[in-house]
């Protein structure tokens, strides 16, 4: 497919890791934000072009990672009413809630359906008038435009047996907690090429300057995530802090103007908590008071409680760029796609799935002996 | 959960602006999906669909640049290899 088969060459994969090799003089570490830039890493298996002084570290750029547990809870408990049609993005039926996920429910006989878009969720809406339908709103920035599209649409055209619950999350919060933590150990940053598709990349300037650290916007095929490294690597050794955008095909510095427009009609900017992490200041959307009705939390008055995370996941360390899967006690013995313990584990953008998937077989790598090194 | 594909857009119909939707093809495969946040998009342009949702245009020009720099390292490394 045009924009997609040319940035998987082999070749031109093999140029860019030489021309990162001739470049680098030091260890440097780099984060790539997204987790499908995670699964493309792993998959390709890029990381292992690279020379051995750089270490690649996955962030937290998996929404169904970090949508809290309690969120998982509450749309099990919400799919299991009877009157309810649960809709969700395939990559939330089996994420773990503390006892159960909305694949069981659906097995149940819950009525639980995969939908491809919200607005497919807005239909069901339509031709379902007896029946409440929510759809489980999680994602980046790059998903609130659909999401905050389908509130709109269910409110011009007055559906009232519509509601979201609603778990939004903003990358560049999550970026400065990840700076500002003593632990950090990123010198520089892929940003997610698709959020800034939507946003721009305007915020992550004062990041780089505050932090002088280098973002560059990045891709998500092979041939970006290479090029994207090379103009990291390049500012590291030039000591240059800047936000660089490999990705202009898809990303302009001011984004989607009207995405933009629309989300902050339908929402506004909340605290959240992130799976793993904890909560985090201003790094969330939430609906705004003039759409409450279309809140699902409201409508069906959820409890408001907090369950603690399984003790032995370290997926909060790995979503931080901490640790590394295979650091983990559990990883690929208690804990495997079929019987996750966390989060990382079920989506297969999850660090932990992607390891497991691609990297069981030849774990102990160059990059794995880096990492006990350290 | 971001990803997002290009399709090229093969139909429109000109609907009051948030409700603006058309056909796109992925290599063949025909969809209908929300053109409404890419009001100036047109037949036969790439857009980018997350979610049944166009979030933005392919933009054509700049689709070349991650070429141009493998050129531009290509020629390094022979120039480089001239004189040692
Ligand atoms: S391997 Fe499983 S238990 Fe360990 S961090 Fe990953 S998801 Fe959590």
Redesign the interface.
Known sequence: ????D??RDGA?AR??A??IRRCVTRPWTIMEI???QTHAIVKFGIDQLLPPQMTLVHGP????CVTPLELVDAAVTLARRPEVIFCS?G?MLRVPGTDSDLLAVKAEGGDVRTV?????AVKFARENPRREIVFFA???E??A???A?AV??AQ?EGIANFSILCSHVLVPPAIEAILSSPQNRVQGFLA?G??C??MGFREYEPLAQKYRIPIVVTG?EP??IL?GI?LCVRQLEEGRAEVEN?Y?????RCG?R??QR?MEAIFQVVNRKWRGIGEIPHSGLGLRSQFREFDAARRFELADYTVDEPAECIGGLILQGVKKPYECSAFATRCTPDHPFGAPMV?S?GACAAYYRYRRKCRVTSDEQRVTDN | ??????G?IVSVDENES??RQGQVS??GILKT??L????EARVGQ?V?I????A??I???V??Q???E??RE??EL?ASERRSP
């Open positions: 497919m045009k924009y997609l040319e940035y031109a140029q860019f030489d021309a997204c987790g499908g750029g998996c929404p169904v993005f990559d491809y878009s919200p607005l497919d999680v994602g980046f790059t998903t435009p659909a999401n599209l709109y649409h011009q997610a698709h959020v598709t939507v998500f041939l970006d090029h090379y490999q202009a095909r898809s990303v302009s989607n009207s995405a629309l989506s953008e | 959960m971001c990803l997002a594909i290009p090229e948030f409700l992925f290599g999906v929300s409404a946040l890419v009001p790439y980018l997350h979610a049944g949702v979030i933005h392919v933009d054509e700049e689709a640049k991650v070429f720099c493998l390292l290509g490394e």
